[in-house]
């Protein structure tokens, strides 16, 4: 059985920073690419960022782009994300999700296969 575990969650003011990580456990698995998603509270899931794992692309969604950086160690078969300059509308768990193939639009947040049990990220005013 394959588990993604996510750490690094918490409460930060407005402006601050956070660190997300995600570590695959119990049966190891071979990523195409990894990514990050999030749900605020009364919406939907929705797409943050991903990398692909051989090669490094990646890709954010707009309301993120140049305040997280999501990158992945392949010595260590983590993934990170990130969080800077982070705003109130950035509260929401945080989940991170792996894709085993690339035959969907994995840069858009489709097509991923595992998901882990997600961390909270609260951003006060």
């Known amino acids: 059985q394959v588990q993604l575990v996510e750490s690094g969650g918490g409460l930060v003011q407005a402006g601050g920073s956070l660190r997300l990580s995600c570590a695959p456990s119990?049966?190891?698995?071979?990523?195409?690419?990894m990514g990050w998603f999030r749900q605020a509270p009364g919406k939907e899931r929705e797409f943050v960022a991903a990398?692909?794992?051989?090669?490094?692309?990646?890709y954010y969604t707009d309301s993120v782009k140049d305040r997280f950086t999501i990158s992945r160690d392949n010595a260590k078969n983590t993934v990170s994300l990130q969080m800077n300059n982070l705003k109130p509308e950035d509260t929401a768990v945080y989940y991170c999700?792996?894709?085993?193939?690339?035959?969907?639009?994995?840069?858009?947040?489709?097509?991923?296969?595992?998901w882990g049990q997600g961390t909270q990220v609260t951003v006060s005013s």
């Open positions: 990398v692909r794992w051989s090669g490094g692309n990646t």
């Open positions: 999700a792996a894709a085993l193939t690339g035959g969907s639009s994995w840069w858009k947040g489709n097509g991923y296969d595992y």
């Open positions: 119990g049966r190891t698995f071979s990523a195409y690419a």
